[in-house]
């Protein structure tokens, strides 16, 4: 199944959803992978996504969510692996779900001691101990029933209109279109040229020409490293994950050469990228600070 997403408009609904109600929504693919959409994360969960382990459970977590996902309709409501609620909805084309809308974290109107005491049973793997992330965990909000019902019911809503404006869509794409998309939804697993060719039901050879006109005259590999080089810089960006783990969650084991290939495109390894990336953020939030002037708030 080829699915779109028109990722400008989603981004502004969830932002404009933060911004009235200070939760989080999200959109998971179909295989419960996060579309990358709002990055901005509470402190807590912040602190667990940015060690490896965190960051695993986080991901196995998003898709056991869509993987489990039994209601008769609308959202069905959780608690993450770390024990902060959240709850997930399927966006459907006729009776086929084409993504999940998520929305968390937060905590309900139970005694926030209890619901700690809760999370904390479940972080003994936390480096340092759970009590590291205690004052995090109470700076999350919470909501009655009857808030949430509220807020859910309302986000149901949207997701019709998320369907009327056509933000997600099924779509019959033409053959480099489906080879596109076909990299972008699987390039952190491993791939070759015959695994490629089976999942898009067409033969080597045609794959093989689809490569190169897609790339500009290179081949199938490439196309996989430059996909997996674009998904490393982000994360080496937005996160502090190692570089190993990066080229884990890119689809490439061997660190080593994960870093040459990386070179290869990028002309820096990881590291020096991610220096770099970090000291252009610093350089810009200096800029921003010197025109705003003393006394002046942020935008």
Not at 68 to 97: M, S, T
Not at 149 to 162: D, F, G, Q
Not at 244 to 267: H, P, Q, T
Request: charged share 25%.
């Amino acid at each position: 199944m080829d699915i779109l997403f028109d990722e400008a408009r989603l981004l502004q609904l969830v932002t404009n959803l933060y911004v009235l109600t200070g939760i989080t929504a999200n959109i998971l693919d179909p295989q419960g992978r996060d579309i990358h959409l709002f990055k901005d994360h509470p402190p807590f969960c912040r602190a667990i996504n940015d060690l490896p382990e965190g960051h695993r459970r986080c991901v196995r977590c998003d898709m056991w969510k869509v993987a489990n996902y039994n209601a008769e309709k609308g959202f069905q409501f959780y608690r993450c692996h770390a024990g902060i609620c959240e709850a997930v909805l399927p966006l459907y084309d006729r009776q086929q779900p084409l993504a999940y809308l998520v929305f968390g974290c937060f905590l309900d109107d139970s005694p926030k001691e209890v619901q700690w005491e809760h999370t904390r049973g479940r972080l003994s793997w936390y480096p340092g101990g759970a009590d590291r992330l205690r004052p995090a965990f109470f700076q999350f909000r919470q909501y009655s029933t009857q808030q949430l019902r509220a807020y859910s019911e309302t986000l149901e809503a949207l997701s019709a209109y998320i369907r009327l404006q056509g933000m997600i869509l099924r779509t019959e794409q033409t053959d480099l279109q489906r080879l596109e998309l076909y990299i972008d939804q699987h390039y952190m697993e491993k791939l070759s040229l015959a695994t490629v060719a089976k999942g898009l039901h067409i033969g080597r050879t045609k794959l093989c020409g689809l490569a190169k006109e897609l790339s500009g005259g290179h081949t199938l590999s490439w196309l996989i490293a430059r996909r997996r080089t674009e998904a490393a810089k982000r994360l080496l960006v937005e996160t502090r994950l190692p570089i190993s783990l990066i080229a884990e969650e890119v689809g490439v084991n061997d660190y080593n050469y994960f870093s040459k290939v990386f070179r290869s495109m990028e002309g820096a390894t990881p590291s020096a990228f991610r220096k770099a990336a970090k000291k252009a953020q610093e350089l810009e939030k200096k800029k921003q600070e010197l025109r705003r002037g003393p006394g002046e708030e942020p935008d």
